[in-house]
């Protein structure tokens, strides 16, 4: 049974939450700033690189200027010149969490995962109740096929914050490989149901659960069970082609769609 688990680790959500902090208003923000932060959350990321250059005063040492900057170049793979903003951001700033999170997310993207994961760990020793920082570390864990390592973060995670989408998708996604597929099954049917799921998650939330509720459908045929797999069946099948609404080119959602058909 072919299926891709779409982590959608989104470089873009990301990005967001770090260059936007809780409780942060656009008048601490440099000149120019908010208008490039447009552009990049429209994925128009060489159009805000060109705002930033106009508007960077070198002399200013822009702290947000250049995370952003990193976050475009991260988004156009290209990691040196990411890395370099980075890397003054982390020289200039040393309170800061977010540029050893976006160091890690590029690390991560690039495959050096165990790279990545030395990154977290030592920003965790300065910054142990940031929770992007702890969700990256579950990523790299789940990654790693670490599952008990990531769970334990996202334990930690959702003891402070009950309600995170990505902590209780990440679950979800371990379940998967697992196969434990109730569990996971109820972890993603939750996401589905929160109020404020980015749109992005949407696609590869309703492809996992199709997949999930696929294999439901496969354990209930071999247990004998063929009206409930009918039922679990013709759910799939309902998911896949949302995921499919979303994404009409993805040729992992249309295959998934048209295996399914036969059951039915």
């Known amino acids: 049974m072919q299926n891709s688990l779409n982590l959608t680790l989104v470089s873009l959500f990301i990005c967001v939450i770090l260059l936007i902090p809780a409780g942060a208003g656009s008048q601490n923000f440099p000149s120019g700033y908010d208008d490039a932060l447009k552009q990049f959350q429209q994925k128009k990321y060489d159009n805000s690189l060109e705002i930033i250059r106009l508007n960077f005063q070198p002399?200013?040492?822009?702290?947000?200027?250049?995370?952003?900057?990193?976050a475009n170049y991260l988004n156009l793979a290209n990691h040196q010149q990411a890395l370099q903003h980075l890397n003054f951001c982390r020289r200039e700033h040393t309170d800061r969490s977010e540029p050893i999170t976006l160091t890690a997310v590029i690390l991560r993207k690039s495959g050096n995962l165990y790279g990545a994961a030395r990154e977290i760990i030592a920003g965790l020793a300065r910054f142990p109740d940031d929770v992007p920082l702890r969700m990256e570390m579950s990523r790299v864990y789940f990654l790693l096929g670490k599952y008990p390592q990531a769970r334990l973060q996202l334990d930690l995670i959702l003891k402070s914050d009950p309600y995170n989408i990505h902590a209780i998708y990440l679950d979800g996604l371990i379940f998967i490989k697992e196969?434990?597929?109730?569990?996971?099954e109820f972890r993603l049917s939750n996401v589905l149901g929160m109020k404020a799921v980015p749109f992005y998650l949407l696609p590869s939330?309703?492809?996992?659960?199709?997949?999930?509720?696929?294999?439901?459908?496969?354990?209930n045929v071999q247990n004998g069970d063929a009206a409930g797999a009918k039922i679990k069946y013709r759910e799939a099948m309902d998911h896949y082609s949302k995921a499919l609404s979303y994404s009409p080119d993805n040729k992992i959602y249309m295959e998934n769609k048209d295996r399914i058909s036969s059951h039915l």
Do not use: T, W
């Open 59 to 70: 002399e200013s040492q822009s702290y947000e200027f250049r995370m952003l900057a990193a």
């Open 205 to 219: 939330l309703h492809n996992n659960l199709g997949f999930v509720l696929e294999n439901i459908a496969s354990v």
């Open 179 to 184: 196969r434990r597929f109730d569990e996971a």
